[in-house]
Nanobody, 125 residues
C-alpha cells in the first residue's frame, strides 16, 4: 500500500508562485506514474498534470499548460507541482495520486490507485 501526503498549500497572491509537494511511502515509488489533480468547491475533480516514473515524460491539461510544472525526485520519493502566476480560479484542494500498474503517462485515461488527503490552495486577487 502506498501512502501519499501533500504539503505546501496555503494562501498566495495572484501572480505569485507556490510549490506543492507529494511525499510517498510504501511501495516502490520510482516505478509509478504520478498525477496531480484539484477540486474546487462545487466542481468535479480535474486532472492537471502527470509524470512518468523516470520523470522523462510529462502531460498537462489545458488548465495547467504553460503555468504549472510537474517534476519528481525519486531519491526523495517526492513529486512536485510548481504553480506559477496562479489566478483566483486556481483556488482548490490539490491532490496527488499514483498509478501502481503503470510507470508511463497515459493522459486522461490513466487509472490511479492511491490518493493523498489533499492540500488547500487559496489564491487571492
Amino acid at each position: 500500500q502506498v501512502q501519499l501526503v501533500e504539503s505546501g498549500g496555503g494562501l498566495v497572491q495572484a501572480g505569485g508562485s507556490l510549490r506543492l509537494s507529494c511525499a510517498a511511502s510504501g511501495g516502490t515509488f520510482s516505478m509509478y506514474a504520478v498525477g496531480w489533480f484539484r477540486q474546487a468547491p462545487g466542481k468535479e475533480r480535474e486532472l492537471l498534470a502527470a509524470i512518468s516514473r523516470s520523470g522523462g515524460t510529462t502531460y498537462y491539461t489545458d488548465s495547467a499548460k504553460g503555468r504549472f510544472i510537474i517534476s519528481r525526485d525519486n531519491a526523495k520519493n517526492t513529486v512536485y507541482l510548481q504553480l506559477n502566476s496562479p489566478k483566483p480560479e486556481d483556488t482548490a484542494v490539490y491532490y496527488c495520486a499514483v498509478d501502481v500498474n503503470r510507470g508511463s503517462v497515459e493522459g486522461r485515461t490513466q487509472k490511479y490507485d492511491y490518493w493523498g488527503q489533499g492540500t488547500q490552495v487559496t489564491v487571492s486577487s
